[in-house]
């Protein structure tokens, strides 16, 4: 079997369980990929979602490589037609709703990362190019401490580190993809505003004093597109979402 850019093996289906609005029913799943945002990326179909086992070059926000080790985790990304906005926020919101569904104390962590027990569990990365996106999501599943790099042992965790037992990959997969579908429907029917309220709201950082890019100060709010306003000592900061490729 050969694999990677372009070379990857011929998918199987996973045909979803519920009946999809915005997404398509059927989820390519592939053994080893070099990156789903690539696929997704590359083959553009609006509400397609590739699946991989295992990626060779997962990519994380800021050029950095994300950590896909095989059968471990969800590594998936959506093929998606239309503006960006909203998107990164829609796909972190998705994976909260469900961890906390599912039992965990999941928090959202500004700008958009899932973390529970103060450890990194999911990670999110949009790619949009000519008017298609790549909704990548990156959930760290059967993982024990020793399947992460050392390096990255103090700082990411799975839903196995925290409550002992495996999971149903698949199943927790069709979690998301549902409640990530009905977003997707909202956000298409032009609700982005609701949506990031609701962003907010679980971020739960209105009130609070946070240190971030050289700035302290209390947050007033949380903007539609993301951006943080402080009362700083020196008056009101706007700290704008970092970039996010
Ligand atoms: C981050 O840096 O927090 C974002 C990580 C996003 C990882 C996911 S895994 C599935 C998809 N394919 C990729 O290459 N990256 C995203």
């Known amino acids: 079997m050969s694999e990677g850019k372009g070379r990857e093996a011929f998918p199987s289906v996973l045909r979803l369980s519920f009946s ?15 990156s789903t945002n690539r696929l997704a990326r590359e083959i553009r179909e609006d ?8 990626q060779t070059a997962g990519r994380g926000r800021r050029g950095t490589r994300w950590e896909s080790a095989p059968s471990l985790g969800l590594w998936f990304s959506v093929s998606l037609f239309g503006p960006a906005e909203g ?20 928090r959202m962590k500004w700008p958009n990362d899932v973390y529970v027990e103060g450890k990194k569990i999911c990670g999110v990365l949009v790619e949009h190019r000519r008017g298609w996106n790549a909704l990548g999501i990156g959930v760290n599943v059967n993982h024990t401490v020793e399947d992460f790099p050392p390096e990255l042992r103090e700082h990411a965790t799975s839903l196995r580190r925290i409550s002992g037992r495996a999971w149903d990959r ?19 029917e032009g609700a982005l505003s609701t949506l990031m309220d609701e962003w907010v709201a679980a971020l739960g950082l ?27 000592e020196r008056g009101t900061q706007r700290i704008p979402m970092p970039f996010l490729e």
């Not at 999809?20 to 070099?34: F, I, Q, S, T």
């Not at 998107?87 to 999941?106: K, N, P, T």
């Not at 927790?172 to 298409?188: A, S």
């Open 206 to 232: 209105v009130g609070k004093t946070v240190r971030i890019g050289g700035a302290e100060g209390v947050v007033v709010s949380v903007e539609g597109d993301g951006t943080l306003v402080l009362r700083t």
């Open 87 to 106: 998107l990164m926020q829609i796909g972190a919101l998705s994976v909260y709703r469900v961890l906390c569904a599912e039992g965990f104390a999941a």
């Open 47 to 54: 509400g397609r979602v590739f699946w991989a086992e295992m």
């Open 170 to 188: 698949t199943r927790l997969l069709e979690g998301i993809l549902q409640d990530l579908d009905l977003r997707l429907k909202e956000w298409r």
């Open 20 to 34: 999809p609005v915005v997404l398509l029913p059927e989820v390519l799943r592939y053994g080893v990929v070099d």
